[in-house]
Structures are given as C-alpha cells and as structure tokens.
C-alpha cells in the first residue's frame, strides 16, 4: 500500500540530495522506531536553521561519519512533525512541501496549518 501525503495522493520523495527521511530513503515516511515522527517535508530557512541548532539539534555542522553534510538554507528535510510545530508556536515556522508531507503529520498539526506555510515553486 502506497503512503499517502496530506492532501490524500501518493506521498512525494522530499529529498535525494540530501538524503533524507528516518529510513534516508528521501521520504518522510515513519516506523515504530521513529520517535521523532520524521513526518513533514520542510524547505529549510537560515531562521529555522538558527532555532532548531538553539532548541539542541543543529542541522548545519556536518557529520561525515554519518554521511551527512549538513543543511543549507533551501535544502529540503524531513522534519520532526513535533519541532515544525515547535517553529510554528515560535513564528518561525518553515515552508512546508505538501506532497511530500506524510498524512500521519495530521496527527501533531492541522492541515490549515500546513497549507498556510505551504511551499509555492517560483513560475519560470
């Protein structure tokens, strides 16, 4: 059974490039071994970057030894349904990639919510 995102159609890939996800298979899809609820795909900003590195989790420093390079601003991420809400509170919420979000994320936050910080491609 296909994952669903939270508009009702097939999940998206968030991101290859970086790899992200729980399972770093570029979804943001979730298993019992989440705790993190790894469920709504984020277009990281330079604020929200600042706030999760105060809040303990800094996403900028890379760790090789876990091929990661570390996040730049625009990088798409899969992250913690509980911090986006988290950055939401804090009004620093980042714009969230709808198709690519996992419907399990209406468990933590409202779908207005998401669609209100919802990511809009720039026309060519």
């Not at 159609?9 to 570029?26: I, K, N, V």
Request: charged share 20%; glycine share 6%; hydrophobic share 40%.
């Amino acid at each position: 059974m296909q994952a669903k995102n939270v508009m009702g159609t097939e999940l998206a890939a968030c991101s290859y490039d970086p790899l992200t996800g729980f399972s770093r298979d570029g979804c943001c899809s979730s298993d019992a071994f989440d705790h993190g609820s790894h469920l709504i795909c984020v277009r990281v900003t330079a604020a929200f970057l600042k706030f999760s590195s105060a809040r303990g989790n800094d996403l900028v420093t890379p760790l090789p030894e876990h091929r990661f390079a570390g996040l730049k601003p625009g990088d798409r991420w899969c992250l913690c349904a509980l911090r986006w809400r988290e950055a939401l509170e804090a009004a620093i919420a980042p714009p969230v990639i709808l198709e690519a979000t996992h419907c399990n994320a209406l468990q933590f936050v409202t779908l207005a919510q998401l669609e209100k910080h919802g990511f809009r491609e720039a026309a060519p």
